[in-house]
């Protein structure tokens, strides 16, 4: 414990800020997702609508340390931190920096038969979450930020 907190300390004051950003929203993501599926998908976005796969590097960069954070957090939440929990909090942080994205639902059978669901996020050309598994899985939605409902918002 204590050798954590000491690695934790010795980070770089942004990536401390990055890293209980996701950790906030993780909290936030899986208190939403307590809502019913009818109501929680209003969040997700613009159905089956996909952003542009381009972005600079410095936006990249960013995407990569936003998907670290959320990655490397979700590992240390008490709660269930799984694919749609992570995908809706990188999600939040994106749109908080004004940054697109698009989630992605998808749907297969696992080994018994039994019909499974993963959630994943992608900005740009990056995958920030649900990456390794996405191909496992047939998508059946999507959804697109939509950028002038969150300006819209903003005023």
């Avoid at 909290?27 to 307590?34: D, I």
């Avoid at 749609?84 to 999600?91: G, N, P």
């Avoid at 920030?128 to 005023?155: C, H, P, S």
């Amino acid at each position: 414990m204590i050798r954590g907190l000491r690695s934790v300390l010795a980070w770089p004051p942004e990536k401390r800020r990055l890293m209980l950003e996701a950790l906030i929203y993780l909290a936030w993501a899986r208190v939403m997702k307590l809502l019913p599926f009818s109501r929680l998908k209003l969040t997700f976005g613009k159905p089956m609508t996909e952003t542009p796969h381009v972005h600079d590097l410095a936006q990249e960069r960013l995407i990569r340390r936003i998907s670290e954070a959320v990655r490397v957090m979700s590992r240390h939440t008490i709660w269930e931190s799984q694919c749609l929990v992570q995908a809706l909090a990188a999600r939040k942080m994106l749109e908080r920096r004004r940054m697109d994205s698009t989630l992605y639902l998808g749907t297969a059978k696992d080994k018994q038969g039994n019909l499974v669901a993963h959630a994943w996020l992608r900005s740009g050309p990056i995958y920030l979450t649900g990456d390794q598994e996405r191909r496992l899985f047939t998508t059946v939605a999507y959804f697109g930020t939509d950028l002038t409902a969150m300006e819209n918002r903003k005023e």
